[in-house]
């Protein structure tokens, strides 16, 4: 079977799971309450105590939610009334689409040619955000609600549903907007792995006081609003983030809060979407306004380099075109962003035109990253071990068509079991 009919087939059967109309309920007592909801509590705390300092912010919470046009969330009661407590950036892009490149691109600094939501990882060679963070003893986790446990592998997680207990179980969590978890240099190292951890453990980690410096949070799929609507997800963010707002545990003078979505809903236009800067770190001044620097995905890596002076991963993230820091950061770091002219803006909306290491369409293979770019941090490019050095941009070969071949790329697992179950519990190593 080609990977585009398992792509289409593993499609429907979502769209059916989410077709029933919805409202909004908590999952919990609070954001800060463990819940049976999220299947198991958390057995442990991190125990980060050191703060790196960074020259803005000591902590960066990025919080993903899904397939929405600018206008759509900026017209909307609780993301203007959210607006006005940050920076509101109006010309903030995805860098493709589906959903599942953009999360990589934000971690990797490039989505390899990825033009759908299949299973996929990223080989240990590949470098992403996290060995820069390590590089400077920067703490990090990422928060999935709805994962079942630490390090839960599989493609999907369907709980009882909380909304309707009588209704089937529900697709809640799902890998592919998980984006620590398709990285192996994540995934397969004991070190790292139960640092992709429950939406229970955040609880338990703010309320000890170690939630760490970098935090990536993805909502579950009714509350981001994928199968939803953009009022449900305002719900879940008057019941999430906005106590948390004025809870010292999580938001202090040296906190960023990013609140961004993954891409547009409508594909035929740029792939701008709503993005705001909160949080205390953002200065007082700055409240209620517009910044209309051009900024992508690849603007969150490039402004954690600057503010934390790190390495940089020698892609996207440093290309000046699309890396902008943000300018509140930029000002105070000194980092020069750069004025791209409006006709050389690229379209963002592209889909399947990359070739990369991770699409059969235009398969080629994994390239080194570019050691002579300069990011927006000191240092250089980071290397992880394994890495060919021989395999750069400039040298790939051209482009071949794998699917002509019925062949997926060799980064692609089958995303269902013969016997139809969405859940695959194949535990930490890869399954092949
Ligand atoms: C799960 O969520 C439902 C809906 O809000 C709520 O009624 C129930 O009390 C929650 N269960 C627990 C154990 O918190
Ligand atoms: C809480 O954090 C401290 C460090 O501040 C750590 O020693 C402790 O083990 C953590 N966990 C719990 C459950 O208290
Ligand atoms: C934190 O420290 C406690 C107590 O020493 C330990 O049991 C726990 O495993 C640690 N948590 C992590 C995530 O390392
Ligand atoms: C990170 O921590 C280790 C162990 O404590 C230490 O040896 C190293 O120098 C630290 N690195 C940086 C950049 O601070
Ligand atoms: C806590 O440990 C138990 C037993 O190993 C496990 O079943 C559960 O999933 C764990 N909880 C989390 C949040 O990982
Ligand atoms: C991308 O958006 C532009 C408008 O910015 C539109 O003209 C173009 O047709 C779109 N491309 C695709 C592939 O939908
Ligand atoms: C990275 O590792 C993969 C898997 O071993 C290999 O196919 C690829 O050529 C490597 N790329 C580089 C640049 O080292």
């Known amino acids: ?13 979502r769209l059916a799971d ?14 800060l309450v ?5 299947t198991s509590f958390s ?22 939610l899904e397939n929405t046009d600018f206008e759509t969330a900026a017209s909307t009661s609780v993301f203007e009334a959210i607006a006005k407590q940050g920076v509101l950036f109006t010309n903030y892009n995805a860098v493709t689409h589906p959903s599942e490149p953009n999360y990589v691109a934000a971690i990797g600094g490039d989505f390899f040619g990825m033009a759908d939501d299949d299973m996929y990882h990223v080989p240990a060679n590949i470098s992403c955000v996290v060995d820069l963070l390590e590089d400077k003893n920067i703490s990090w986790a990422t928060y999935q609600e709805n994962m079942p446990t630490d390090a839960f592998y599989g493609m999907i997680y369907k709980a009882p549903n909380y909304a309707s207990p009588s209704s089937q179980p529900y697709p809640y969590y799902v890998r592919k907007h998980n984006p620590l978890m398709i990285f192996d240099a994540v995934s397969q190292d004991s070190s790292r792995i139960n640092r992709i951890r429950t939406f229970n453990d955040f609880a338990n980690d703010a309320v000890n006081g170690t939630l760490p410096q970098w935090v990536f949070v993805t909502p579950n799929m009714v509350n981001d609003a994928h199968d939803t609507t953009i009022d449900f997800a305002a719900s879940f963010l008057e019941y999430w983030l906005l106590p948390l707002i004025i809870d010292p545990r999580v938001n202090s003078e040296n906190t960023l809060i990013l609140l961004t979505f993954d891409e547009t809903e409508s594909y035929g236009i740029q792939n701008r979407i709503y993005t705001v800067a909160l949080g205390g770190a953002v200065p007082e001044n700055l409240h209620g306004t517009e910044d209309d620097t051009l900024y992508t995905h690849y603007s969150s890596l490039s402004t954690v380099q600057s503010n934390w002076d790190l390495k940089s991963l020698g892609r996207q993230d440093t290309n000046p075109a699309v890396s902008n820091v943000f300018a509140f950061v930029a000002e105070q770091t000194g980092f020069q962003n750069t004025q791209v002219p409006v006709d050389h803006i690229p379209q ?27 990011g927006a941090g000191s240092g250089g490019v980071f290397r992880r071990p394994g890495l060919d050095m021989t395999i750069t941009d400039d040298n790939l070969p051209p482009p071949v068509d794998l699917s002509a071949l019925d062949t997926a790329t060799p980064w692609q697992m089958s995303p269902r079991t013969s016997s139809g179950s969405m859940i695959i519990p194949c535990g930490n190593a890869a399954c092949a």
């Not at 909306?349 to 300069?374: K, Q, R």
């Open 348 to 374: 963002f909306n592209l889909t399947g035109v990359a070739s990369g290491a991770l699409t059969s369409a235009n398969f080629v293979p994994f390239a080194a990253p570019n050691l002579d770019a300069s």
């Open 34 to 38: 463990q819940t049976a909801n999220y």
């Open 43 to 64: 057995n442990d705390t991190l125990n980060d105590t050191t703060i790196v300092k960074g020259k803005v912010f000591d902590r960066i919470i990025q919080i993903w």
């Open 18 to 31: 989410a077709a029933s109309a919805q409202s909004f309920v908590p999952p919990s007592k609070g954001p």
């Open 1 to 13: 079977m080609t990977a585009a009919l398992l792509a289409a087939i593993f499609c429907s059967i």
